[in-house]
């Protein structure tokens, strides 16, 4: 069945989870596995988890408890033995469970009742072989094995693109055959060796793509005459001395923009390390030149945040900055489209914004992207274009660890920056068990009273009836009730409206919000000084990257500066935050631990998304199909396989 016969309910489900297609259906592989294999009565104990199959003894009665939730109750025959089992909410089964209809149940054993409580059951006999059970990520609405399903329904043709000599070297499952098995295994074995064929060739491709564009980046750039006196000149003249790395990573972007060749930079730095004005001095040298730049930040709040700074930082320059995003009203976004076309705008400053269709440059020069948004395929094809090849630099305040660097960023070059700006102290971070909350309460009070502000996170927005966390709204009223007769409380989260987050920031920068109640919407660089403590609770469901950029909200004057971590669990782990504040080890230390995903972040368009390979648990794999790309690149027999051709084309629009 082709995607677009599917009914519309079950399509709109589907591109919940990022399945648009047939392809996109196909490739969304299940995450885990479990071994389904029948449970022997005789040898059950009490409270064993059992998998049971026989036949309906006694009709389905159904009990509702309330609109939302119903107990449905029956008995079935197991060779002889006769159990009862209850389920709740599939009362809707009621009708096609007649007396002698196979059922499979999954569940809990009551030894001294002879009863199982069930958590799933299926309106069939298991039989007696293992089953290996495939199981998808899903959502409201759609369950892992309805997905299933609807994959093993989708008919496609999936043809092999890496080499064919790749196959034999390593003696890899052909790709369709792959795909089927790994969505209906027939054994362990040929289930894992069809896995490792997809993530060989996930991993080859990648890699092939990287190393492609490491070929290619020597390309022909933009021409700029600056001198560097000048440059030095602008960087004596601002208010504070830049460190030895921010001075390294300078020199390292002056050469690119003046050697003719196409700069593609990674400027990796970490929490507070002083990025930002390294760009800052970058579009500098580029206006100089006479080329325009743009700034894409990953959110409004920090947008508005860059275009103050920079215009303070620019004020005596007489150069002309503009801020697009989202929400402004639809003349400013026209009269901001007209002054950058016109080149009454030298610097651009925005979201997403920036690279959408309509917005159309004089002489575009450089692209700096914020906190990890690498400018993407999509980005790439709109200027390709529009006839514009700006040179690019990437920023991210998440450090890669060195050893992945060299292999997934092959085609770019990368300035550090560790050395912390003078001035700054380093963050305190503490770990607290939930029984010490009297000692937190009075830390974030003793904040309070030196007019010092602070956020207060929490892993979720709403009560979760599956998951026991803390959630934003069950702590504000917490702390209205602990604190709320001394200061103003607010909260920021995701499901707010643009408008309302911004409302909340600006509230909390002018210091007329105390205590901050926020998700992670917060984590990516909203810098307010005054902001001397965090307090992070449920600590040990987040990545030590994504709590080390958390922590870096706080610390950013030179008041000291605390990150208290509530957890009773994974205290092993946190700890690693308690003895460093160094964004490289915690990076390294992150990856050890969880593999990429926290890490990497979120990706754009043509960047690293993986379906089925993991990077650090497929480290060798991705090795040696580094290797391997490397030698057929060199042997130019690409040029002959028209499938890899236009993936390279598509994917790194270098065509």
């Known amino acids: 069945m082709e995607f677009n016969k599917f009914n519309e309910k079950i399509i709109k489900q589907l591109e919940k989870l990022n399945i648009k297609n047939s392809i996109d259906l196909i490739t969304y592989y299940p995450f885990r596995y479990e071994l389904v294999k029948r449970s022997i009565i005789n040898e059950l104990n009490d409270g064993d988890n059992i998998i049971i199959d026989g036949y309906c003894e006694k009709l389905p009665v159904v009990y509702y408890i309330n609109k939302k939730m119903n107990k449905m109750s029956f008995k079935i025959n197991i060779g002889g033995n006769i159990l009862g089992v209850a389920i709740y909410n599939r009362g809707f089964l009621k009708s096609k469970i007649k007396i002698g209809t196979p059922i499979t149940v999954y569940g809990k054993y009551d030894l001294k009742h002879q009863f199982v409580t069930a958590n799933n059951m299926e309106l069939s006999l298991l039989g007696n072989e ?159 030149a006479g080329y325009q730049s743009a700034l894409m930040a990953p959110t409004e709040i920090l947008a508005v945040q860059h275009f103050n700074n920079i215009l303070k930082i620019f004020k005596n320059y007489g150069i002309n900055v503009g801020l697009l995003t989202g929400k402004m009203k639809t003349s400013e976004k026209k009269k901001i489209c007209a002054d950058l076309l016109e080149n009454k705008i030298d610097v651009l400053i925005g979201t997403h914004a920036l690279f959408t269709n309509n917005v159309m440059y004089n002489n575009l020069g450089l692209v700096i992207t914020d906190e990890q948004h690498r400018f993407g395929v999509r980005e790439r094809t709109n200027f390709k274009n529009k006839g514009i090849l700006p040179d690019v630099l990437y920023m991210s305040a998440t450090p890669i660890p060195r050893t992945y660097a060299l292999t997934l960023y092959g085609d770019m070059d990368v300035s550090n920056i560790k050395t912390m700006p003078s001035g700054r102290k380093d963050v305190i971070t503490i770990l607290k068990n939930e029984s010490e909350m009297r000692e937190v309460l009075q830390r974030i009070h003793n904040e309070i009273k030196l007019n010092h502000q602070v956020y207060v996170i929490a892993p979720s927005i709403e009560e979760s009836e599956k998951i026991n966390m803390e959630n934003v709204y069950d702590l504000e009223e917490k702390f209205n009730q602990a604190f709320g007769k001394i200061c103003k409380i607010g909260i920021l989260h995701g499901k707010m409206s643009g408008k309302e987050k911004d409302e909340i920031m600006n509230r909390f920068k002018d210091n007329k919000i105390a205590i901050l109640i926020s998700t992670t919407v917060i984590e990516v660089g909203v810098d307010v000084k005054n902001a001397t403590m965090m307090v992070i609770f449920d600590s040990y469901r987040f990545g030590l990257s994504t709590l080390h950029q958390l922590r870096g ?49 979120v990706r754009q368009s043509g960047d690293m998304v993986f379906k089925i390979a993991d990077i650090r648990r497929d480290y060798k794999i991705l090795l040696k199909a580094k290797e391997d790309s490397e030698e057929y690149l060199k042997s130019n027999h690409y040029l002959g396989n028209k499938a890899i051709e236009n993936f390279l084309i598509e994917e790194t629009d270098l065509g």
């Open 130 to 288: 293992t089953r290996i059970v495939p199981i998808y990520h899903s959502t409201y609405g759609i369950t892992s094995k309805q997905i299933n399903i609807l994959i093993r329904k989708t008919n496609i043709e999936v043809k092999n693109i890496i080499p064919e000599y790749l196959y034999k070297k390593y003696n890899l499952l052909p790709k369709g055959e792959s795909i089927i098995e790994v969505h209906n295994p027939s054994s362990i074995v040929k289930l894992n060796k069809a896995r490792a064929a997809l993530k060989y060739e996930e991993l080859f491709l990648f890699m092939l793509k990287i190393n492609y564009l490491k070929m290619n980046k020597n390309m022909i750039g933009l021409s700029r005459n600056v001198k560097r006196k000048d440059i030095d000149e602008f960087v004596m003249s601002l208010p504070f001395n830049l460190t030895m790395d921010q001075t390294k990573a300078v020199n390292d972007i002056y050469k690119d923009l003046i050697s003719g060749k196409r700069m593609n930079r990674l400027l990796q730095g970490d929490v507070g390390s002083g990025k930002t004005i390294v760009s800052f001095i970058a579009i500098y040298i580029n206006y100089l």
């Open 553 to 601: 909200r706080v610390g950013r004057n030179d008041l000291q500066s605390y990150c208290i971590l509530i957890s009773n669990v994974e205290r092993e782990r946190l700890n690693v935050l308690t003895n460093t504040n160094d964004g490289f080890k915690i990076s390294e230390e992150d990856f050890i631990l969880r593999g990429g995903g926290d890490i990497f972040g």
